[in-house]
């Protein structure tokens, strides 16, 4: 058994070098590997995070300015319509109007035509009147004479 234990004591005394150049490693590792990694992957999720969200605000910055431009368009397109609906309306009364007008005009002239054909029908009718009293006298003066002669 003292043998076991000097062999152990023995392996825990060549052990130290070991184990001190193994701390040596890892504080090294530490000193220059981890913490600057772990600096690197902090600033890392920093710069990522911050532009993120510089995205994210850009992304919100467009999706207002689209809406906006929506609106403007839905606004323009309002007041297209609006002065579509406008002009067709001046249109339908400029219409109206004209032909109000040429009623109007139509209507002037079937008077005067009436008028016309009332001063006609009545001028003829004197005429015939006329004509008609010669007639008569055309015709009695035809009659008589040949009755006369009988």
Known sequence: MDQL????????????????IFLILVGAYRALVDVP??????ERRRRTAGAVEKAQAAIALADAKAQEYEARLRGARM???ARREKQVQQWNQARDRAVADAREVAQGRIK???LQIEQQTAQVRTELEAGIDQLAAQVLAAILP????Q
């Open 37 to 42: 990694l772990r600096d690197t992957l902090a």
């Open 79 to 81: 007041e297209i319509m």
């Open 146 to 149: 040949a009755r006369s002669l």
């Open 5 to 20: 234990l000097r062999q152990l004591g023995d392996l825990a005394l060549g052990s130290v070098p070991t184990m001190v």
């Open 112 to 114: 005067e035509a009436r």
